[in-house]
């Protein structure tokens, strides 16, 4: 059986090393010139009913424990004038330990045979590949997807602006004790700030907005100070995540694909990941991407016939992509809508 996975994020790389683990060769091309081309992004919480599935059908549980920083389990939730709604600790018991992206990413390519990935191999018609199983990895503007659907990403009406400050317990310890030792959500009606600590006292934080993409064009993005003008009034310690900023402002639009997105079965072809589900950022993402890698590599070692195999692959998928969809409607609401941040507070309570 010859498999090309287009894309090695997390869901091409798992599916790569679940076929690997059942002797199952693959290929997988990226874009990019090498793992380090570009950031792999911040703290991603990996989830035991999804994203730990999937780690154990790559049988890497180990090398995982290995990458988990402790402590960043806990959550605080806080009002904007800063006063402390929620706050949970990290007793290291709960499903959700966080790991930094970049170091899952790296633990799967260890885990691939030399030469898995192809780097720096930017796939324009897929069509033209010759292969049993063509798997499409390869995100929200997928090359694959056209071959099996006609849906393209849409504006979800929210977008965040992304800024970092280094060494913050040192240099603003009053704004790392806001954070406290995982994340941080202080939500508003139509906007919030939302960071995690993630490794050497670094915080990641996500200023996000509830708005038309066209609202953005109405200030200057990547200005501390005029994206800090739309939290007027709220404590200096979460202002400071914006306005001491490390790094300049950088928007990052969200798109989605129709919660109902499916198709009907082409001969050969499959997506996994955001390629398939794309949603506003929901802290499911990658954890699926892992889940549909794992699942698809499992069903193609189970059939003997290939178009089984993706069926039922296909089929659980669809049904878990359509579920998150729903969950995600539910938190987005809980994150802008008017009686935020007390609706978040129930769902949290409520979990």
């Given at each position: 059986m010859r498999v090309?996975?287009?894309?090695?994020?997390?869901?091409?790389?798992?599916?790569?090393?679940?076929l690997h683990v059942h002797g199952i060769p693959s290929v997988v091309h990226e874009a990019e010139e090498s793992p380090t081309a570009r950031s792999q992004g911040g703290m991603l919480d990996i989830h035991d009913y999804n994203g730990q599935i999937a780690v154990e059908a790559a049988g890497l549980v180990e090398e995982f424990q290995r990458l988990v920083l402790p402590g960043r389990q806990a959550m605080r939730v806080l009002e904007n004038d800063g006063t402390v709604l929620f706050e949970k600790g990290d007793d290291g018991s709960g499903g959700r330990p966080e790991v930094q992206r970049a170091d899952l990413r790296q633990m799967l390519l260890d885990s691939l045979p030399a030469g898995t990935v192809r780097w720096g191999s930017k796939i324009t018609d897929p069509r033209a590949l010759e292969t049993d199983v063509l798997v499409g990895a390869d995100g929200a503007w997928s090359r694959v997807r056209p071959l099996v659907s006609d849906a393209k990403p849409v504006y979800a009406g929210s977008a965040?602006?992304?800024?970092?400050?280094?060494?913050?317990?040192?240099?603003?310890?009053a704004t790392a004790r806001a954070v406290g030792g995982g994340s941080l959500f202080a939500p508003g009606k139509d906007c919030g700030i939302f960071a995690h600590r993630e490794a050497g006292g670094l915080l990641h934080t996500y200023v996000e907005f509830n708005r038309p993409l066209e609202w953005f064009e109405t200030f200057d993005v990547t200005d501390p100070v005029q994206v800090a003008g739309h939290f007027e009034g709220w404590a200096p310690e979460l202002r400071s995540l914006i306005l001491d900023?490390?790094?300049?402002?950088?928007?990052?639009?969200?798109?989605?694909?129709?919660?109902?997105?499916?198709?009907?079965?082409?001969?050969?072809?499959t997506l996994v990941g955001d390629a398939a589900h794309l949603l506003p950022p929901n802290g499911e993402g990658a954890n699926l991407a892992m889940l549909d890698g794992a699942e698809l590599a499992l069903a193609l070692a189970e059939h003997s016939d290939v178009e089984t195999?993706?069926?039922?692959?296909?089929?659980?998928?669809?049904?878990?992509?359509a579920k998150t969809a729903a969950d995600t409607e539910v938190t987005v609401q809980s994150l802008f809508g008017d009686d935020a941040p007390q609706k978040l507070l129930d769902l949290l309570i409520d979990a």
């Open positions: 090309t996975i287009i894309g090695a994020g997390l869901g091409g790389l798992t599916l790569a090393r679940v965040f602006i992304e800024t970092f400050l280094r060494d913050a317990d040192t240099r603003y310890p900023t490390d790094t300049t402002p950088v928007l990052r639009a969200h798109h989605a694909l129709p919660d109902d997105h499916r198709w009907d079965r082409v001969p050969g072809v195999a993706l069926a039922t692959y296909e089929e659980a998928m669809f049904e878990r992509a």
